[in-house]
T-cell receptor
């Protein structure tokens, strides 16, 4: 069974640009969550999508957005990039039934903002 | 006060010993509790979850929850060098549907030969 797939794995952008990251969940999983991981702050919740709807949202500015498609694949977008957005962005999928917190993480997309 | 607190370590234990990892959380309404393991350069993987007060055992791992003290712990028996990793405690505060985990910053465990 294929795991969670994230693309691209690495990317470099400059301040002011925007970026789109993609996530394909495990087959049959309907929930996709996004987390930002930095050395100082650790893992921080961005948002969760379930059945194409944002079910939960973290405390990030509106520059961070996401969406989920009918096949459960998800994208997140960061506009007007800032240096502080440099991080590992992790996508995690779960079956989506209830709130189990049993997440399966992808390998992440490492974003560097110059 | 951080919502989920862990000692950053490193916690060093000899091979074969018991490693004890601790975590406290601030929200008394927290519903479910998780331990994830993250190897260097890899993504987190779930190793244990616990919902009710008491102990839950799975192989060499035991999770302990004390909601009155707002305390979660993970015991690793017969520690192996392959257990060397960062252990992340996570809490889900949601009562309804959804996964919105708050993670601690992790405890680095080193199992020495």
């Amino acid at each position: 069974k294929a795991g969670v797939t994230q693309t691209p794995r690495y990317l470099i952008k400059t301040r002011g640009q925007q970026v789109t990251l993609s996530c394909s969940p495990i087959s049959g999983h309907r929930s996709v969550s996004w987390y930002q991981q930095t050395p100082g702050q650790g893992l921080q919740f961005l948002f969760e999508y379930f059945s194409e709807t944002q079910r939960n949202k973290g405390n990030f500015p509106g520059r961070f957005s996401g969406r989920q498609f009918s096949n459960s694949r998800s994208e997140m977008n960061v506009s007007t990039l800032e240096l502080g957005d440099s991080a590992l962005y992790l996508c995690a999928s779960s079956r989506g039934q209830g709130n189990t917190g049993e997440l399966f993480f992808g390998e992440g997309s490492r974003l560097t903002v110059l | 006060q951080k919502e989920v607190e862990q000692n950053s370590g490193p916690l060093s234990v000899p091979e074969g010993a018991i490693a004890s990892l601790n975590c406290t959380y601030s929200d008394r309404g927290s519903q479910s509790f998780f331990w994830y393991r993250q190897y260097s350069g890899k993504s987190p993987e779930l190793i244990m979850f616990i919902y009710s007060n008491g102990d839950k055992e799975d192989g060499r791992f035991t999770a302990q929850l004390n909601k009155a003290s707002q305390y979660v712990s993970l015991l690793i028996r017969d520690s192996q060098p392959s257990d060397s990793a960062t252990y992340l405690c996570a809490v889900n505060r949601l009562r309804g549907g959804g996964n919105k985990l708050t993670f601690g910053t992790g405890t680095q465990l080193k199992v020495e030969l």
